[in-house]
T-cell receptor
Framework: EPEVTQTPSHQVTQMGQEVILRCVPI?????FYWYRQILGQKVEFLVSFYNNEISEKSEIFDDQFSVERPDGSNFTLKIRSTKLEDSAMYFC????????????FGPGTRLTVT | GESVGLHLPTLSVQEGDNSIINCAYSNSASDYFIWYKQESGKGPQFIIDIRSNMDKRQGQRVTVLLNKTVKHLSLQIAATQPGDSAVYFC???????????FGKGTRLSVIA
């Protein structure tokens, strides 16, 4: 069964450093998302991406964040200068329909900022 | 404010019993709802969904009920198994291509 994959599974970085989180969405999906989940809290939307541009972003997704689809398979989230409060699980998701119907999530990347 | 929330943060059930996990939503315009299961250290796993033009949908051992009158969503798991132990989230999609809004989650513990 097709699945969303994410790398790395765990990333440790120092405050102020840049990180890139990588995702490979399901191959025939067209809509891509990043969410994050701070430990013990609910999943929060960051950004959605379609047709090589951002469709929507939350207020969490400030100028420190960017997304890119550098080729036909990868979807990346970059945090330019990490802060302690960026520590969280970051989930990539994809869907093949407009809107949020049937989003499939990857296993997540645990980001720890020290 | 608008929110998706859960009535019970934790639920313990005996193996073999049925489980019912509840969720309240506040936006009557929401038109699509999903239940996700999240095991420790993993991403949310799609379980079942329902659109607002339905009030019940069944899957394998799971049933989702939607009561639009009181803005309530529930997930029923039949013959609960130890492998069902996880955190369950409901999520809603509001019209206009908006992203999923997740509730806080309910932890289901199955007692063998």
């Amino acid at each position: 069964e097709p699945e969303v994959t994410q790398t790395p599974s765990h990333q440790v970085t120092q405050m102020g450093q840049e990180v890139i989180l990588r995702c490979v969405p399901i191959s025939n999906h067209l809509y891509f998302y990043w969410y994050r989940q701070i430990l013990g809290q609910k999943v929060e939307f960051l950004v959605s991406f379609y047709n090589n541009e951002i469709s929507e972003k939350s207020e969490i997704f400030d100028d420190q964040f960017s997304v890119e689809r550098p080729d036909g398979s990868n979807f990346t989230l970059k945090i330019r200068s990490t802060k302690l409060e960026d520590s969280a699980m970051y989930f990539c998701a994809s869907s093949d329909e407009a809107g949020a119907y049937e989003q499939y999530f990857g296993p997540g990347t645990r980001l720890t900022v020290t | 404010g608008e929110s998706v929330g859960l009535h019970l943060p934790t639920l313990s059930v005996q193996e073999g019993d049925n489980s019912i996990i509840n969720c309240a939503y506040s936006n009557s315009a929401s038109d699509y709802f999903i239940w996700y299961k999240q095991e420790s250290g993993k991403g949310p796993q799609f379980i079942i969904d329902i659109r607002s033009n339905m009030d019940k949908r069944q899957g394998q051992r799971v049933t989702v009920l939607l009561n639009k009158t009181v803005k309530h969503l529930s997930l029923q798991i039949a013959a609960t198994q130890p492998g069902d132990s996880a955190v369950y989230f409901c999520a809603e999609n509001r019209p206009g291509n908006t992203p999923l809004v997740f509730g806080k989650g309910t932890r289901l513990s199955v007692i063998a």
